[in-house]
C-alpha cells in the first residue's frame, strides 16, 4: 500500500475584483488535477518552475493551503475530513522543511525551544528529558549539542537548515515535504545538507516529497519525478525514464537547460536547444491545448507518463 496517494488535487484561488460592478475574475488554478503516489521509503521529486503549483501541492498536502477537490490519503486513510482540514492524529506524521532556512525559525526563540515545540505539543517530558531529547536531534543532524541555548542568528544557512530538520524529524514522521530546502545555501553546502537528507532517509526509513527547480539535484535525490507546468503535470516517470527519454517538449526544455562545463559540450547543448526549440515553434499543438496548457497525461510504458493531445490514461 502506498504511503501518501494524491487524486486528481485541484487547488484554486478566488481572484479579488477590481470593483463591486466588475465580473469575479475566474479563479487561479494553482492546482488543476494532479495525481500521483509515494511508497514507504522513496523520494519523489516535483519540478517545475515558479509558478507551476510543486509548492501549492506541498502545502496543500500538509494542509497549509485548502485544496478544492481531490483526495488525499494517508497510509490507508483520508487525510482531511469533510470539512477539509487535517484529521487528528497525522501532524505528527507529516513534517515539512521549508525553503529558507532562517524565516522559518523564529529568531527570538532559543534552538532548545525551536526544536522542543513539536514535543511539547504531542509529548509529555520532563524538561530534563525534553533537553535530552534536542541534544540527541542536535547529535543526529551533525550540530554541537551546547548549541541548544544559542539563537538562529549565530549559526550559519546549512546549520539553520540542519535545525530546521531537527525539528521536523523531533517526532520520527513518516514522510517529509522539502520545499526546496537548500536552495538558498551555497553549493558547498548544498551537498552536504542532501547527503544528510540521504542519510538520515535511511537511518529512520522516511519517505520523501521532495520539491525543487533544480533538475540536477531531483535526481541526485528522487526515485520517482512529476513535472509540472502551469498547475498540470506534463510528464511523470522514474529518474531514469525522465533523463534519458524525455517526451515532452517542457521536460526537454528543462534538460537541455542544466549548465554545462566542458566545451565540448556547451557546442552540443546549443546545438540541442536548437533542435528542440524547432520542435517547440513547429509542434506547439502536440504538446499543448489552446489555452497553453498540458494535456492529459497518456501511459508511455513502465512508470512513464506524457502529456498528449492523444487519448490515454492518467498517471
Known amino acids: 500500500m502506498a504511503l501518501l496517494e494524491v487524486q486528481d488535487l485541484k487547488v484554486y484561488f478566488q481572484r ?16 488543476d488535477g494532479i495525481s500521483f503516489t509515494i511508497e514507504p521509503g522513496e523520494t519523489y521529486g516535483l519540478v517545475g518552475e515558479s509558478g507551476s503549483g510543486k509548492t501549492t501541492t506541498g502545502r496543500a498536502i500538509i494542509g497549509l493551503y485548502p485544496a478544492t477537490s481531490g483526495k488525499i490519503i494517508f497510509n490507508g486513510q483520508p487525510l482531511f475530513d469533510g470539512a477539509r482540514k487535517l484529521r487528528s492524529g497525522f501532524n505528527r506524521d507529516i513534517q515539512m522543511i521549508f525553503q529558507d532556512p532562517y524565516s522559518s525559525l523564529n529568531p527570538k526563540k532559543r534552538v532548545l525551544d525551536i526544536i522542543a515545540e513539536p514535543l511539547r505539543n504531542y509529548e509529555r517530558l520532563s524538561p530534563s528529558e525534553e533537553r535530552a531529547a534536542v541534544q540527541q536531534l542536535l547529535e543526529q543532524v551533525g550540530l554541537n549539542t551546547d548549541s541548544i541555548y544559542k539563537y538562529p542568528h549565530e549559526f550559519s544557512g546549512g546549520q539553520r537548515q540542519r535545525i530546521g530538520i531537527a525539528r521536523a524529524i523531533a517526532l520520527r514522521p513518516k514522510l517529509i ?9 551555497d553549493l558547498s553546502v548544498q551537498a552536504q545538507v542532501l547527503n544528510f537528507l540521504k542519510d538520515i532517509q535511511t537511518e529512520l ?59 565540448a559540450e556547451r557546442e552540443r547543448r546549443a546545438e540541442q536547444r ?29 512508470t512513464h507518463y506524457a502529456a498528449s493531445h492523444r487519448a490515454g490514461g492518467s498517471g
Not at 255 to 262: G, K, N, Q, S, T
Request: glycine share 6%; net charge negative.
Open 177 to 185: 515535504i522539502a520545499d526546496e530546502p537548500v536552495s538558498a545555501l
Open 16 to 31: 479579488r475584483r477590481a470593483s463591486l460592478f466588475v465580473p469575479r475574475p475566474a479563479p487561479m488554478k494553482a492546482v
Open 205 to 263: 526509513g522516511l519517505s520523501y516529497l521532495f520539491i525543487s527547480h533544480d533538475l540536477g539535484i531531483i535526481k541526485h535525490m528522487c526515485d520517482r519525478i512529476g513535472i509540472m507546468y502551469r498547475g498540470r503535470y506534463v510528464e511523470q516517470g522514474s529518474a531514469s525514464e525522465l533523463f534519458e527519454q524525455p517526451e515532452h517538449i517542457y521536460t526537454k526544455r528543462l534538460l537541455a537547460a542544466i549548465p554545462v562545463h566542458e566545451p
Open 274 to 302: 536548437a533542435a528542440i526549440q524547432a520542435e517547440y515553434e513547429h509542434a506547439y499543438d502536440r504538446y499543448f491545448d489552446s489555452d497553453g496548457l498540458a494535456y492529459p497525461l497518456r501511459h508511455l510504458s513502465g
